[in-house]
């Protein structure tokens, strides 16, 4: 399994940023993001796979960004614009091969950091 450690969260306003990084043992093809808002599943927010592609979910299209430095083994999300509702627990993730479409298939996990946005 891959050791995965997030960093970046905080308490920001409507409107305003945070970067999430996630330094990671190793990397894997595929990389991406979750979160889960307190009482709800947890959600695919973005994929990456080790040539560029990239998949995001439609709720933070256009204000989130999802890279990887492959030299550093790190991972990172960039989110613009943040809303009240993307409050949640965010997770870095890994798996081995392709990314899936629906998100499925990650077999190693970080513990999270938590991201606040307040109204």
């Known amino acids: 399994q891959v050791r995965l450690v997030e960093s970046g969260g905080g308490s920001v306003q409507a409107g305003g940023s945070l970067r999430l990084s996630c330094a990671a043992s190793t990397f894997t093809s595929c990389m991406g993001w979750f979160r889960q808002a307190p009482g709800e599943v947890r959600e695919g927010v973005a994929t990456?796979?080790?040539?560029?592609?990239?998949r995001y979910a439609d709720s933070v299209k256009g204000r989130f960004t999802i890279s990887r430095d492959n030299a550093k083994n790190t991972l990172y999300l960039q989110m613009n614009n943040l809303k009240p509702e993307d409050t949640a627990m965010y997770y870095c993730?890994?798996?081995?091969?392709?990314?899936?479409?629906?998100?499925?298939?990650?077999?190693?996990w970080g513990k999270g950091t938590l991201v606040t946005i307040s109204p």
């Open positions: 993730a890994a798996k081995y091969g392709s990314c899936s479409s629906d998100y499925s298939g990650m077999d190693s």
């Open positions: 990456i796979e080790t040539m560029g592609r990239t």
